[in-house]
């Protein structure tokens, strides 16, 4: 299968933001207070947020494959992410979670807001594993399955490996975010 069908079927299928855990915590490794340690969490959403890579790397274990948050927080800030509402990050089960609503070039286009929900695990005071999720509304998905049919130069193109390995996140997100204006001017066009 072609990367390009590959990214559009996790797109489509609303995935986008919906990453596989980048390490697993060792049980054995877990000491009693690591899950209640909110302030590694804090700490982190503080480096995503202000595009600090450099402190946010330092907050994962060695082992963590960080490449996914990465590309993710060079995308949100060509996408312009603005912080709406920080709520503090509790703990559910054995994960600290940090929901965060934000505004950006995507939702302004379009008029919504979404919410990036962060879930992590700790190891001796370090992020071991996190995963992240976004509650983009349908015409998230709509935009991309629009770009497919009259950009898929854009998906082959800035967009190759999307939170796979691909180099180019912030050139990405400023085409999807080019994409979804002519796509909702499209839209108006439409209903007029």
């Not at 994962?60 to 949100?76: G, S």
């Not at 994960?95 to 379009?110: H, L, N």
């Not at 130069?153 to 975010?177: K, Y």
Request: charged share 25%; proline share 4%; net charge negative.
């Amino acid at each position: 299968m072609s990367s390009v069908k590959f990214v559009a079927q996790i797109l489509i299928s609303g995935l986008i933001l919906n990453m596989t855990p980048l390490s697993v915590a060792v049980e054995d490794n877990v000491r009693p207070n690591d899950y209640g340690n909110h302030n590694i969490a804090e700490d982190f959403i503080s480096a995503f947020y202000s595009w600090d890579a450099t402190k946010l790397k330092n907050l994962m274990t060695e082992d963590a494959n960080t490449v996914a948050i990465l590309y993710y927080q060079r995308w949100a800030e060509a996408a312009n992410y603005k912080v709406k509402t920080r709520r503090p990050c509790v703990l559910e089960a054995n994960e600290i979670v940090c929901a965060i609503t934000v505004i950006d070039d995507f939702g302004s286009t379009m008029d919504y807001e979404a919410t990036d929900t962060f879930r992590m695990i700790l190891t001796e005071n370090k992020i071991s594993a996190v995963t992240f999720s976004g509650d983009d509304p349908p015409i998230f998905q709509e935009l991309f399955r629009w770009i497919m049919q009259k950009h898929p130069d854009i998906l082959a193109g800035h967009c190759l490996n999307m939170f796979a390995g691909g180099d180019t996140p912030g050139d990405c997100a400023r085409a999807v975010a080019r994409a979804a204006r002519e796509f909702m001017e499209e839209r108006r066009k439409a209903d007029s």
